[in-house]
């Protein structure tokens, strides 16, 4: 119990801070406790600090969080993320972070310590690195127990194409209900228009033209005036 605390102290202080390290400390727990204990140390821990550094950043640090990124010149980054996190329901949200998670667009210490400052609620940041960090934090403690294997037998169990494929596909099923949610709404949107532009009424100038139009045409027949009536919209 003793080197257990250890570990999940030292990995949330290392997560906490944005530093580099968790990913041997996830090799270590998957070497020591096994696939099980490891994935659940490693997704909670993660997660936990990943958090603090989110409520540390929110409370304390927003003016050093801006500083930053203008040092770093990572502004056009930290727009794009607020206009994403902007435009994004709340499922929406929870799946965009997952991916962010899972790909390199954006550093992991740039997504903690930005998130309170462009609108990210923490439920949602907490769900997304919970299930984010699983595909990684799952080839960290494999990596473990192949230590473990060679350790205890002497045999070669190295990570597999099996593994890595494993790892893209849940990267991909993250994208698909963002991309189903947004083609449905765009699909939505164009029936809409293409609705609207058939069955829209006349405008009040368009009746008052063709009314017009319609009296001098019964003038030049010798024809009485017709006078001007309102149009009734097509339904």
């Known amino acids: 119990w ?7 102290l030292l990995f949330v202080a290392l997560q906490t801070c944005n530093l580099p390290g968790t990913i041997f400390l ?24 990943a958090m603090m550094s989110y409520m540390i950043s ?7 969080c801006l500083a930053l990124v203008k040092r770093l010149g990572m502004e056009e980054r930290m ?3 607020r206009a994403e996190v902007a435009k994004n329901d709340a499922s929406d949200l929870v799946l965009f972070l997952m991916f962010l998670r899972v790909t390199p667009l954006l550093p992991n210490w740039f997504i903690n310590i930005l998130s309170p400052h462009v609108g990210v609620p923490a439920p949602h940041l907490a769900l997304a690195t919970f299930v984010g960090i699983a595909p990684q934090t799952f080839i960290a403690v ?3 127990t192949v230590v473990q294997t060679l350790v205890a037998t002497g045999h070669n169990s190295p990570v597999g194409v099996r593994e890595w494929v494993g790892l893209l596909a849940v990267g991909s099923c993250l994208l698909l209900p ?3 949610k ?6 939505t949107a164009d029936a809409g228009a293409a609705a609207a532009a058939v069955g829209d009424p006349l405008t009040p100038e368009m009746e008052l033209a063709m009314a017009k139009a319609e009296a001098v045409y ?3 027949r010798g024809g009485p005036p017709l006078r001007q009536r309102s149009v009734e919209p097509v339904r």
């Open 2 to 8: 003793q080197t257990l605390l250890v570990v999940l």
């Open 26 to 49: 996830n090799v270590a727990m998957g070497c020591t406790f096994g696939y099980v204990e490891g994935m659940g140390m490693g997704l909670v821990s993660g997660t936990v600090g």
């Open 58 to 64: 929110n409370r304390y640090g927003k003016s050093v």
């Open 79 to 81: 727009e794009w993320f």
């Open 142 to 144: 494999h990596a473990g």
């Open 178 to 180: 963002l991309y189903a």
């Open 182 to 187: 947004r083609s449905t709404r765009a699909a």
């Open 218 to 220: 019964r003038n030049m």
